[in-house]
């Protein structure tokens, strides 16, 4: 229907089969986050010689859809939890940002999406959520210019506790990022 109301020649062998390849990225890839409700994360209780310190992980790549105008924002997240029964693996925060972020919506709720279910999932002392992200509805249209937005959820011992709220912070807008 867009293909059509744009008016391009359906004929073009280049837009000829483009329908049934854009419902196949957009159902099985871009909203994949939708298909399913749950994702299951395996956690491992903590031992004596775990120190409930903060884990954080950097760098972790968003690549969303916004609900205005569907088009992608793009950039990264740095997620950290201080423990307090349970771990989870650190790549599965990668993969918990990665099934988020696969739906349309907008930054805010895809970074406290992310927060709630972490925060449901390990009941840690504390989430924190940040996500740095260039947003095409605003680089390709509307005002054109470049631009990072940042959005962020924080829980429990992040929001009570100034110490631990300052080192993530830093971290998180620490050098190195990619974006
Ligand atoms: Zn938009």
Redesign the pocket.
């Known amino acids: 229907m867009v293909l059509e109301g744009l008016g391009v020649d359906r004929n073009d062998p280049h837009f000829k089969d483009s329908p049934e390849r854009i419902a196949k990225a957009w159902t099985e890839e871009l909203c994949v986050g939708m298909k399913t409700e749950t994702f299951n994360v395996t956690t491992f209780p903590m031992t004596k010689d775990d120190q409930p310190g903060m884990i954080i992980l950097q760098h972790i790549p968003v690549k969303s859809l916004?609900?205005?105008?569907l088009?992608p924002f793009i950039g990264e997240a740095t997620v950290a939890y201080i423990p307090n029964e349970l771990l989870c693996g650190l790549s599965k925060l990668s993969r918990i940002v990665d099934f988020f972020a696969r739906k349309p919506q907008v930054q805010e709720h895809l970074t406290s999406d992310i927060a709630s279910y972490l925060k449901k999932t390990l009941k840690p002392q504390g989430v924190g959520v940040i996500i740095k992200a260039s947003?095409m509805?605003?680089e390709m249209r509307g005002v054109n210019h470049n631009g990072l937005m940042t959005t962020s959820a924080l829980s429990g011992i992040f929001l009570k506790d100034g110490t631990s709220r300052a080192e993530f912070m830093a971290l998180a807008h620490a050098q190195g990022s990619h974006v």
């Open positions: 916004c609900a205005h105008h088009l947003h509805c605003m």
